[in-house]
């Protein structure tokens, strides 16, 4: 497809869109994954005043966020009080919808409990593998764009632009934090992300309080410092191709646990986390440098063939995703690796087998 027929392709998308949120009446479900960025939180926020200013604020608008948001989409929302532009938040008990918006989720896997209530809903993401896509009524998908908040800008500016609405300073801003986040502070950003920062801070969005939100260090909790400690303590060693790899059993701040374990020389990190009643949990990291080398979204493909092959679903990006099963195996999932890197001319070896099975096999 050429770039004008591309272009024609996304307007009417867009117009389509526009016209499903015209629609709306009654009450409308903003559902974004677990544990929320500041990339899924500014993109819901920003649909939620989209939709209130579409439809005259006829529409209550409820945003549903599973197991709570991260300590820096929290922060985000008090400094830019961004509370105003949604009537309620959910994260435990549910209220019914008529209409659903799903943001920056790539399976249904990251909504927890809720996603067997999901139902011709409107998707926008951008992820590399989204298993949500087929079955979504309509879907605002684009993987060549850095974030969410990138997509969800250029359906305001399109829908909005034509009335002169003038978008409110601290929406801007969240869209700015959500970019910031996505792009590693621009690190993973491409020449459509820097055109659409730039409109942000010229239409009014503050690119320093982005910043001042985001990149204030916080000390690690007692809690955090333990669960980094037994990640590592538990973690197995492997070998694919030259590649180092390890896995870990962890239940709790499972991201961080990652980080650690990439900041100590692994080139990929996974992390289980099994939940009572709730299935396990499969994270996925690795670097970009080990993406680009391999010339394969790694962590995308991966999580969707550990869903696939374990019964469950998995997507997200080429360096972080993530996957969710109900039953766990061990052996499956080490048959499930072996199998996925081979089949890639990378030789998959255990160097030291570490205590996350025995954490983790139960």
Sequence with gaps: MSSSEDSRATSRLTEEVASWL?????????????????????????ISYLIKHLTSGRVLTLLIVPEGLEALSKKMIEALNLKKYVDSEHSSDFMECAHQ??????????LGMYSSILRDYLLIDHHEVNTLVESAQIALYNPKKRSSSEIVFELMDHLLSKSGCRVPSEILTALICGILYDTKYLRLANDMTFEVMAKLIRLGG????????????????????????????????YKVGDLIMVITCIGAY??????????????????????????????IRTTNEVVERLGFPLAAELARELGKSMKGSGGGHASAAGVYVEEFKPELFIKVLTRF??????????????????????
């Design 101 to 110: 918006v799903v943001i920056d989720t790539a399976s249904a896997s990251q």
């Design 22 to 46: 015209s629609r709306l009446q009654g009450s409308t479900c903003i559902f974004i994954h677990r544990n929320a960025d500041p990339d899924a939180v500014a993109s819901a926020y920003a």
């Design 254 to 283: 499972e991201s961080s646990v990652l980080k650690l374990l990439l900041d100590a020389g692994a080139d990929i990190a996974i992390a289980i986390a099994s939940r009572k009643k709730q299935g396990t949990r499969i994270i």
């Design 206 to 237: 503050d690119y320093e309080t982005a910043l001042s939100i985001l990149s204030s260090k916080k000390e690690l909790d007692y809690p955090e410092r333990i669960a980094r400690i037994k990640g590592a303590m538990r973690a197995g060693l």
């Design 341 to 362: 890197f081979e089949s890639r001319d990378l030789a998959f070896k255990t160097i030291d087998e570490g205590r996350w099975l025995c954490e983790c096999g139960d």
